[in-house]
């Protein structure tokens, strides 16, 4: 801490802009070099909770219609199935960038991020495609209680991803101003986890509420 | 960390052809319309193919091992899991006994008049 306060006079005469990038120093990551992958790890944890609440919620009302439209009526599994291939495809474009950047290639690592971020968007606009559409026959968050825990869990997921993509942009600005340093690395091992993630959870709601919905 | 911590090209690999094949066996399922007569079945597959592709990223993207962060991840992850359960298995248990017995009261005499 009194490094950081150290620094903080001297890093503004060298720059006068504050770049959002903290430098940390030396000595510290020698002896806690994997501390904040394992607090990032314990986040991703409590968010799994955080998922798994929502889950159990949905389980409960999941099939309280109020004799409104049931999963089978509003549905559409081919869309669910090409949002589900976009996450699948981003996953491993992902991997691609960790490999680049174990081998040290700044370009190799942006361009595949930016492939990733591509197949998230294209998550992110199937979501809001498939929202607008379900809003716009009526079947908003207060026409049943299904419908209220369904929004809720998928617009979570959504959220977290609209989160992540916006945390891949600053990330990609970071690495083209500073390179590969040993704290970007960190932070797109971060996201990595972050990302993998989601896609992890996504599994459990096209299974759960989308293929199992539609059964029911 | 390690180059074992973030994963190989074979394994990423490896990873994604499983993902793909565990993800499209339950979705041509149920757009195919296979075992429609037989729902139980259906989710019972859906369930054990998503259990297992979420397996699957566990393994091969998130690259959880036992003897990772001194197997804090591998830790954690197991008592995330005992909570979910607990979570998961008590809200639909109460829940629906709570349904059973809050029922409108026609179906509730009905049940009773129905009794051996």
């Known amino acids: 801490m009194s490094d950081m306060t150290a620094n903080g006079p001297q890093l503004a005469t060298e720059s006068p802009r504050f770049d959002f990038h903290v430098v940390e120093d030396e000595h510290a990551h020698e002896h806690h070099e994997t501390g904040t992958m394992l607090g990032f790890w314990l986040y991703l944890m409590s968010d799994c909770l955080l998922f798994g609440i929502l889950f159990a919620v949905h389980a409960v009302l999941g099939q309280n219609y109020a004799a409104g439209p049931s999963p089978a009526d509003l549905f559409e599994i081919e869309l669910i199935l090409v949002s589900t291939f ?22 190799g690592t942006q361009a595949w991020l930016a492939v990733t971020g591509v197949f998230g968007l294209a998550f992110l606009g199937l979501s809001i495609y498939e929202f607008e559409h379900l809003w716009h026959i009526g079947a908003t968050p207060m026409a049943s209680a299904f419908l209220s825990s369904f929004w809720l869990l998928v617009g979570t997921h959504g959220l977290h991803v609209a989160a992540g993509a916006i945390w891949l942009v600053v990330l990609l600005a970071q690495v083209q101003i500073h390179g590969l340093t040993h704290e970007n690395k960190r932070r797109i091992a971060c996201l990595s986890l972050f990302w993998h993630f989601l896609d992890l959870i996504w599994i459990a709601v096209f299974s759960f509420v989308y293929l199992t919905g539609v059964l029911l | 960390m390690s180059d074992q911590a973030h994963g190989s090209l074979k394994s990423y690999g490896i990873g994604f052809a499983l993902s793909v094949v565990l993800t499209l066996i339950p979705f041509g399922l149920v757009l195919g319309g296979a075992l429609e007569d037989n729902v139980g079945w259906a989710i019972a597959i859906i369930f054990l193919f998503g259990g297992a592709q979420i397996m699957v990223h566990v ?11 001194d197997g804090w991840q591998a830790m954690s992850l197991a008592f995330t899991g005992m909570l979910l359960v607990i ?24 049940r009773v008049e129905q009794l051996p």
Not at chain 1, 89 to 105: D, R, V
Not at chain 2, 87 to 110: Q, T, Y
């Open chain 2, 87 to 110: 979570i998961l298995a008590g809200s639909i248990w109460v829940m629906f006994h709570l349904e059973e017995n809050m029922m409108p009261a026609h179906e509730l005499i009905e």
């Open chain 1, 86 to 107: 976009m996450l699948l495809f981003s996953s491993i474009t992902y991997g691609f960038a960790m490999i680049a950047m174990q081998q040290g290639s700044k370009v």
């Open chain 2, 59 to 69: 393994y091969y993207f998130l690259h959880v091992t036992l003897g990772a962060e």
